[in-house]
């Protein structure tokens, strides 16, 4: 991808009872939107004229295509995923919406994988009506690791302008969580995070923050020993191969003192653990990045807002933000990846005795092809 070719982002239109349609419509009517990308949703042309006529928005010009590869710039673009109409019931789960969801991903993980879009952004669904309509996961981030991840583990990571938030277990019952926390899934944990925060969000040498799964950090052993048996030794794994992972941190106290802002990165060892106290934070601000895969996609950080779905209160800032989140992700691992495959910026190396004078004109990888990212 050059440097000076417009990314092409595409845009799922997930639950489509819910705020999807709003905001997204919302964020893509903004002035200039498409000199700075070039949208691809993926959804359908009928709801897109039905929410914009429900909503009482102006007209939204759009270009409908069949496929995204046919998308063009400096214009909004839909790829129509069915011909036929879908039922909207407003605030409601249902198999119809899980349905309509799914295709919409299903479309933009092919056109992503086939280079017809550069990444993805995901409107929010509802696991109920996924799961109506036989989605066999539990959320966006294991399909997609399924899908897109040749083989590697999928993270997520909430991000906004100042705090980078990952999760070492995502969406567990609660009382499976403490199991789960193993010395090896702990150690695995941080060293994604580790990755991530140095190719996604440029932090050469990072510092990640790890948090304790009980309270007072076990106290000694009294209130729980997954602290001494599975994190401290993971975090001591993590310095020994040269990672600046610090603690455990009881999470209330972390939080409540601001010694978050110390750090590049969080991980948290389960779900309400981290995002409570960082949606608190952020506001409308964060942004949900699955990390690990080769790939970018982003998300807003709420859900499907069924409460306010149809009442044109829906906030886009989320969604606008996940976009410009995965543009700049997306950059920011092109030119990681093309600064490493030139590891040693020097003319000469040795190879098997003799001196081989390097060429460090030629890029491996031809500014115009994808880099697989």
């Known amino acids: 991808m050059s440097h000076n070719k417009k990314l092409k982002v595409g845009i799922t239109h997930g639950d489509i009872n819910g705020i999807s349609y709003e905001v997204i419509l919302k964020a893509l009517s903004a002035e200039g939107i498409t000199e700075l990308f070039t949208p691809v949703i993926f959804g359908s042309s009928k709801l897109l004229g039905y929410y914009r006529k429900a909503l009482d928005m102006e ?30 019931e407003l605030s409601t789960p ?24 550069d990444l993805l952004v995901t409107a929010p669904i509802n696991k109920e009506a996924m799961k109506m309509a036989g989605f066999p996961h539990m959320g966006h981030t294991e ?111 972390f939080f409540g003192s601001g010694e978050w802002k110390k750090y590049d990165g969080v991980l948290a060892m389960y779900h309400d653990q981290g995002l409570a106290p960082f949606k608190l934070l952020s506001g409308t601000s964060g942004v949900n990045f699955t990390a690990g895969l080769p790939y970018v996609r982003t998300s807003p950080d709420h859900g499907t807002g069924y409460d306010i779905a149809g009442k044109s209160l829906a906030d886009p800032t989320s969604l606008r933000n996940a976009i410009y ?24 190396q040795d190879k098997g005795g003799d001196r081989v004078k390097l060429d460090l004109t030629k890029d491996p990888t031809p500014a115009d092809e994808p880099l697989g990212i």
């Open 143 to 253: 399909y997609l690791e399924e899908k897109l991840g040749n083989g590697e583990k999928a993270m997520m990571i909430f991000a906004d302008e100042n705090m980078r938030l990952a999760l070492c277990t995502i969406h567990l019952p609660l009382k499976d969580v403490a199991p789960a926390i193993t010395q090896e899934k702990v150690s695995e944990s941080i060293r994604l995070l580790h990755e991530s925060l140095r190719k996604d969000f440029g932090r050469e040498r990072p510092l990640i923050a790890v948090l304790s799964l009980n309270p007072h950090v076990g106290d000694g052993g009294v209130i729980g020993t997954e602290e001494s048996e599975a994190i401290a030794p993971a975090i001591e794994d993590a310095i020994a191969h040269k990672i600046m992972a610090f603690g455990p941190f009881a999470a209330d106290g």
């Open 94 to 117: 249902t198999a119809e919406s899980g349905k309509a969801a799914l295709m919409a991903l299903e479309a933009a993980c092919e056109a992503l994988k086939e280079g017809d879009i």
């Open 59 to 88: 007209e939204f010009p759009c270009n409908i295509i069949q496929n995204a590869a046919d998308a063009r710039d400096e214009e909004v673009n839909l790829v129509n995923i069915s011909q036929d109409e879908f039922k909207v």
């Open 325 to 348: 989140t995965g543009i700049d992700i997306y950059r920011r691992r092109r030119d990681y990846l093309r600064a490493k495959a030139h590891p040693l910026r020097k003319q000469l």
